[in-house]
């Protein structure tokens, strides 16, 4: 069997750096986040993946169980602030240090929704859990050598959204 040069070529990266990098991603199941972790694991490094899908969260973390680095999936609906607290909580319990967090998470409603706190659903998602993860995470970020957080966006939704 001839070795896939991209997998040599990561090893070799990994080896050469000889440093995993850990990175968070929000909205890691799908979209940008996805691709991004799997990018990440297949060059070496560790991807904690954060999402509400768990099919799709251990679809990933069985994809990177055949590359150099690896993934983490950790369950979590972030349009409800006790949740993403809960969650920014156990992963700076979990990592001593994390290079870099990306916040992915988007689910854009059309119809005014508001969660069980209270508070709009999307500004809830786009707005207070990018928030907690910043800041309650950055802690373990100021560890890291050269740490990063990625804020993706995206155009807003086409149809106007119902507030009444």
């Known amino acids: 069997m001839k070795p896939d040069r991209q997998v040599c070529f990561s090893v070799l990266l990994c080896m050469l750096r000889n440093v ?5 991603i929000t909205g890691g199941t799908d979209g940008i986040g996805a691709a991004l972790a799997r990018t990440l694991f297949r060059r070496g490094d560790k991807a904690v993946v954060v999402g509400t899908n768990p099919k799709k969260g251990e679809q990933l973390v069985a994809e990177a ?4 680095g690896s993934a983490a999936f950790v369950k979590a609906d972030l349009s409800l602030v006790a949740n993403t ?3 920014v909580d156990k992963l700076a319990e979990e990592y001593t240090a994390i290079d870099g967090v990306v916040l992915c998470a988007r689910f854009m409603r059309s119809r ?3 969660t069980a706190e209270g508070f709009e659903d999307n500004f809830a998602l786009f707005y207070l859990s990018r928030l907690l993860f910043s800041y309650g995470l950055r802690g373990r970020l100021e560890k890291s050598d050269r740490p990063v957080i990625v804020n993706v966006a995206g155009p807003g939704h086409d149809t106007p959204v119902a507030w009444d």
């Open 65 to 68: 169980a055949a590359t150099p």
């Open 85 to 87: 607290r809960r969650t």
């Open 112 to 114: 005014r929704s508001v």
């Open 20 to 24: 995993t990098r850990t990175y968070v």
